[in-house]
C-alpha cells in the first residue's frame, strides 16, 4: 500500500530523496541535474517583492547554474500565485547581481492533485495535463530565441491526454494512483525513479513518526478544506442575493455552474427562520 503524494509529509519525503528528484526532474524537463541539497520550506530573506512566499521543495545545482523548485498543491490554488513565485525565483537573482545578468536558469513544476477550477479568459475550461510556460522571445516568424531557458510546467493527473510522453506519465500515474489507487497500484518501476519513489512512500517503510505527522496533516487538510468549502458557499449565497448571474458567481468563488445552480434552489436561511 502507497503512502498518499496528496500528503505534505509523504510527497517531501519521496521528492527530496535525491534519486528520485534526479529522475523526476529529468522526466519532465529532460534534463540532468547534480544537486547537492534538497531544501523544504525555502524562504528567502530579504524578501522578494511584497510577498513572504515559502518554497515546497527547492534545489540549485552545483555548478550553481540551475534553480528547480517543485510545489504542491492540494486546494486553493490560483495561476497568478504560481506565476508570482515562478517570476520572483527569477528576479531574486538582481538582489546580488552587480549588473541585469541573470546567470541561473529557473525550472518551477507545479504538481496538482485536484482538478482545475479555472477558466481562459473566453470563459473555456482548463483541462489539461500538462501546461508548459517558456520565457524566450520570438521572432515575427515564430521562431523562439533561446535567451533564457526559464521554465514553468504545470502537472494535472486529473486531466489524462493520450498525447502526454510515457516518461511523464510514469510520475503523473504514480502520483494519481497512490491517492486513487494505493492498495492496488498498478505503476512502470521499470523507471528507477518510480521504483525509489514506490520503496519510500510504501507505508511498511513509513516510521511511526511519519505516520504520525501524516496522520496529523491528513486531518488538518480536511479540516481547512471544509472551512473554505463553507465560506465559498455563503460567499455564493450573498452573491445570488445581490443577483449576480452564475458565470461571475463562479468566476468570484471558483466553484462549478452546477454548485451554484444546486445554491440557487436550497431555502434562504433567513426566510426560514421567520
Not at 510520475?171 to 521504483?195: A, C, F, M
Request: hydrophobic share 40%; glycine share 4%; aromatic share 8%.
Amino acid at each position: 500500500m502507497l503512502g498518499n503524494l496528496d500528503n505534505e509529509v509523504i510527497f517531501k519525503k519521496a521528492f527530496t530523496n535525491k534519486i528520485v528528484f534526479k529522475a523526476f526532474v529529468k522526466d519532465i524537463l529532460g534534463i540532468e541535474v547534480d544537486v547537492e541539497k534538497i531544501e523544504t520550506e525555502k524562504k528567502f530573506s530579504p524578501k522578494i517583492g511584497n510577498v513572504d512566499f515559502e518554497l515546497d521543495i527547492f534545489a540549485e545545482t552545483k555548478d550553481k547554474r540551475i534553480v528547480i523548485e517543485i510545489q504542491r498543491v492540494q486546494y486553493d490554488y490560483h495561476f497568478d500565485r504560481f506565476l508570482h513565485y515562478f517570476l520572483m525565483l527569477i528576479a531574486q537573482q538582481q538582489q546580488s547581481a552587480k549588473a541585469y545578468n541573470i546567470e541561473q536558469t529557473v525550472y518551477m513544476i507545479i504538481v496538482l492533485t485536484a482538478p482545475y477550477t479555472i477558466s481562459e479568459k473566453n470563459g473555456r475550461a482548463v483541462k489539461d495535463e500538462v501546461l508548459l510556460l517558456k520565457i524566450n522571445p520570438q521572432s515575427l516568424n515564430g521562431v523562439e530565441r533561446d535567451l533564457y531557458g526559464h521554465q514553468f510546467v504545470c502537472l494535472n493527473p486529473n486531466h489524462p491526454d493520450k498525447n502526454t510522453p510515457p516518461q511523464v506519465r510514469d510520475w503523473l500515474d504514480l502520483i494519481y494512483q497512490s491517492i486513487h489507487s494505493p492498495e492496488r497500484p498498478v505503476l512502470n518501476t521499470n523507471n528507477k525513479g518510480i521504483k525509489k519513489a514506490v520503496e519510500l512512500i510504501s507505508y511498511e517503510n513509513l516510521t511511526p513518526e511519519e505516520r504520525a505527522k501524516a496522520k496529523n496533516k491528513e486531518a488538518a487538510q480536511i479540516t481547512i478544506a471544509h472551512l473554505k468549502r463553507v465560506e465559498k458557499h455563503d460567499i455564493a449565497k450573498k452573491f445570488i442575493s445581490l443577483g449576480l448571474d452564475d458565470a461571475l458567481i463562479a468566476e468570484g468563488t471558483g466553484l462549478t455552474i452546477e454548485k451554484i445552480q444546486e445554491l440557487r434552489q436550497q431555502p434562504d436561511e433567513e426566510e426560514e427562520k421567520r
